[in-house]
Structure formats: structure tokens, C-alpha cells
């Protein structure tokens, strides 16, 4: 059975290609909800930290995915990200970690995690797959 109204809504729509540029609402979107992705400076021992802070959803995932690129093509021999800033998440920041996990030699998810980031590790069963550290130091160790 076909609804005319599913075929009309997408009949005009055209698909975000990867690789894009973010537009404009992406941008505005991470600036006022006071989403960022920094980087702690390197101690020499090869590890990059990516400290999160704000809220993570489909508008503010551009930084994010820029950093993990910029992670991939430099010499890092690991990589920790520090979630405890994350005020909230939803399954794009799920697939960005567990991607960042298959691509990055020691990739590790630093916490404390905050409680609504991991529930939605357990209820994925990326909390099995990912490895996760009680904080930033931990994991350097790990």
C-alpha cells in the first residue's frame, strides 16, 4: 500500500552526501549548546586526549567526526576520549565511538561516564565492545 503523502515528502528531499561540508544550522547548533571536542596537549608518551563536553546529537557530531579524521592521519599511538563532560548522546556519538574503536589502535572511552551515556552503552552492548576506563589517567595506564 503506497501513501501519497510519504511519496511527495520525498520526492524533493535529496541526501546529505559524507564528506560535506557542515552547514550553517550544524554550526549554529554546537556553538549555542555548548558543544565542544578539545584536545589536552601531548606529555611525549604518544597519547592524544579528546576531552567532549556539551551535548552530542545528530547537529553537533562535526567537530567530533573532524577530530577522530585528524587523529586517524597523525602519529598517535593512542587515542582517549574523556566523556565526562557529555551532558547528553544519542546514537550518533554511539556509532562515532564505536567506529573510532575499529579504526584507531588503542582507542579508549575515559569516564567518569555520565549516567544517561551509560545507559545507552549497556542497552547498545557497546559496553562490551568498547574499552572503558574510570578516568583519563587510567586509561593512560591501560
Same mark, same amino acid.
Request: no cysteine; net charge positive; charged share 25%.
Given at each position: 500500500?503506497?501513501?501519497?503523502?510519504?511519496?511527495?515528502?520525498?520526492?524533493?528531499?535529496?541526501?546529505?552526501?559524507?564528506?560535506?561540508?557542515?552547514?550553517?544550522?550544524?554550526?549554529?547548533?554546537?556553538?549555542?549548546?555548548?558543544?565542544?571536542?578539545?584536545?589536552?596537549?601531548?606529555?611525549?608518551?604518544?597519547?592524544?586526549?579528546?576531552?567532549?563536553?556539551?551535548?552530542?546529537?545528530?547537529?553537533?557530531?562535526?567537530? +567530533? /567526526? $573532524?577530530? &577522530?579524521?585528524?587523529?586517524? *592521519?597523525?602519529?598517535?599511538?593512542?587515542?582517549?576520549? =574523556? @566523556?565526562?563532560?557529555?551532558?547528553?548522546?544519542?546514537?550518533?556519538?554511539?556509532?562515532?565511538?564505536?567506529?573510532?574503536?575499529?579504526?584507531?589502535?588503542?582507542?579508549?572511552?575515559?569516564?567518569?561516564?555520565?549516567?544517561? +551515556? /551509560? $545507559?545507552? &552503552?549497556?542497552?547498545?552492548? *557497546?559496553?562490551?565492545?568498547?574499552?572503558?576506563?574510570? =578516568? @583519563?589517567?587510567?586509561?593512560?595506564?591501560?
Amino acid at each position: 500500500m503506497r501513501f501519497p503523502f510519504r511519496s511527495r515528502k520525498t520526492r524533493g528531499t535529496r541526501r546529505l552526501r559524507s564528506g560535506r561540508r557542515p552547514t550553517y544550522a550544524s554550526w549554529l547548533a554546537g556553538t549555542l549548546s555548548g558543544t565542544g571536542v578539545s584536545s589536552s596537549p601531548d606529555r611525549g608518551d604518544g597519547t592524544r586526549v579528546l576531552v567532549l563536553a556539551g551535548e552530542f546529537d545528530r547537529g553537533t557530531l562535526v567537530t +567530533l /567526526r $573532524r577530530a &577522530l579524521a585528524e587523529n586517524k *592521519a597523525g602519529p598517535a599511538k593512542q587515542t582517549i576520549i =574523556d @566523556v565526562s563532560g557529555v551532558v547528553h548522546a544519542d546514537s550518533g556519538l554511539l556509532r562515532l565511538l564505536v567506529q573510532a574503536h575499529h579504526q584507531l589502535p588503542r582507542f579508549t572511552v575515559a569516564g567518569p561516564l555520565p549516567p544517561q +551515556l /551509560r $545507559r545507552l &552503552l549497556e542497552l547498545s552492548g *557497546a559496553a562490551g565492545i568498547l574499552r572503558i576506563a574510570p =578516568d @583519563v589517567e587510567a586509561a593512560r595506564g591501560a
